[in-house]
């Protein structure tokens, strides 16, 4: 895509590039502003320097173009706790921890991203994609649960999806409350990862991993 800028760094004009993306860029730009229900979708497409009509090339309505907004960030959030994880390795301890780390950095590297797609209030039924997405960057999540449950005897095992959505309520909390890249972020007297790291140790030891974290407890 190309743009043209004036004296003042600001856009004059689209010409002759990607309308999906450059729409996409500026729904970004603005949700970092103004949150994602502060901006019109004229405003958009004034923001990608394109004329009001433009936008109906791709999209229904503002509620589609943030539909898109969110579930490309649902796929690079999927991918990172995938290659975060990375299938356990080299233990499920060390890849649980990453996961951790992951989530709060994206957070922390994505907040417009972040705010599209927790914050947009989109009526998920009516836009299935985004469920999917969302679904599938869970299911990272779930699927690491299912490793550490495994972990514990048969008759001790909790169900790894009461697991999952409970790590993820701490996960998602600390991030929102503390560990997000905007002005929403909290100030609190240690990091966010080592937030999460305690209270993800103090929940895993409630469900009877050793005091080292996932793995067997010792008897």
Known sequence: MSWNRDDHGRRRGYHHGNLRE???HAALELISHKGPA?????????????????????????????????????ERFAAALASAWDEGRPTPSAAFDRLGRAYLGFARAEPAYFSAM??????????????????????????????????????????????ALHIWSLAHGIASLFGRGDAARRAIPMTPEELLEAATLVYLQGL????????????
């Not at 923001?47 to 649902?74: I, K, N, Q, T, W």
């Not at 994609?129 to 699927?143: N, T, Y």
């Open 22 to 24: 450059a729409l996409i």
């Open 38 to 74: 502060g901006f019109t979708f004229a405003e958009a497409a004034r923001h990608a320097g394109v004329s009001p009509a433009a936008p109906y090339r791709h999209y229904r309505d503002r509620d589609s173009l943030m539909a898109d907004v969110a579930c490309r960030g649902f």
């Open 118 to 163: 927790f914050e947009s209030g989109l009526d998920l039924k009516s836009f299935p994609a985004v469920q999917d997405a969302a679904d599938s960057a869970f299911a990272v999540l779930r699927g690491s649960c299912e490793v550490l449950v495994s972990t514990l005897p048969p008759d001790r095992r909790p169900p790894a999806l009461m697991m």
């Open 208 to 219: 009877g991993f050793g005091a080292g974290g996932p793995g067997p407890a010792q008897s």
